[in-house]
């Protein structure tokens, strides 16, 4: 049996991720992954694969491919319409498809991605222990383009659950955020982050969540560059912060006002322009 998909439309984007390379940062290698972990846990759980597996994280959604062989998969995150052959079909529960089947994915209510796993999970080569693309290094599968071939790996038994709703995005975000390392460059950081609001701009990515709002107030210059790590808040001299997601540079030489709480992260990921938010200063 021919174990593999076609892509027959990538939609705005659609990228390999798996749940990143950790522990590179020497390198100068971001930790890369699907911005939404938790989602592509869940699809991978659907499907019988373990939450490692590699599946495909989808920007505003549009992606059709054709099964060339049989095989389930899942899609989660925000609620998407899901068709198979046209058909309507249900997300957040594991879906069969048969050789030639096509499966249509369509653009979220809310937020931004959506996760696709295939049982087996897409087997393309490993690059420093993950099959994460990674847009700012460059490392691992290139972006997806129309007509590409994934290979899949050898199957499992989904396990499948009882009751998986779709992911909520909420239109307001209160963020938990660390102070420092160099909250000291800022007036009274505390009182500014707590005080201040923001919108998240169009200009945002898998590298950062770019905000637009009030203006921090801090020192004129630059430190020395110092790594920095995912969720690090940077604050350049317009005084507009930037949330350092999974595809961030790992070293940077404006301050870092303080550091979001990792598991708020995918809420930022899932974001969409001009969503609300506010930060929630944590001891």
Known sequence: MNRSVTILHTGPQALIEDLGRPGNAHLGVPPSGA???????????LVGNAETAAGLELLLGGLKIRAN?????????????????????????????????VLEIGAPQTGLRNYLAISGGIDVPEELGSRS?????????DPLQ???????????????????PPHQVPQTLVIPILLGPRDDWFDDAETQLQQGSWTVSERSNRVGARLNGTKLNRRDGEIPSEG????????????????????????????????????????????????????????
Request: proline share 11%; net charge negative.
């Open 228 to 283: 920095v790590i995912t969720g690090a808040v940077q604050v350049p001299p317009d005084g507009q912060p930037v949330v350092f997601l999974n595809d961030h540079p790992t070293t940077g030489g404006y301050p870092v006002i303080g550091v979001v709480d990792r598991d708020h992260l995918r809420f930022l990921g899932q974001a969409r322009p001009g969503t609300s938010v506010r930060f929630r200063p944590i001891d």
């Open 35 to 45: 911005v939404d972990p938790y989602s592509l846990k869940l699809a991978n759980r």
């Open 133 to 141: 693309t990674d847009l700012l290094s460059g490392i691992g599968p």
């Open 69 to 101: 062989g049989s095989c389930t998969v899942a899609v989660t995150g925000p609620a998407t319409e899901v068709r198979v052959n046209g058909r309507l079909a249900d997300s957040h529960q594991p879906v069969h498809l048969e050789a030639e089947a």
């Open 146 to 164: 129309d007509n590409d071939v994934l290979p899949l790996g050898t199957p499992n038994v989904p396990a499948g659950a009882d009751v998986v």
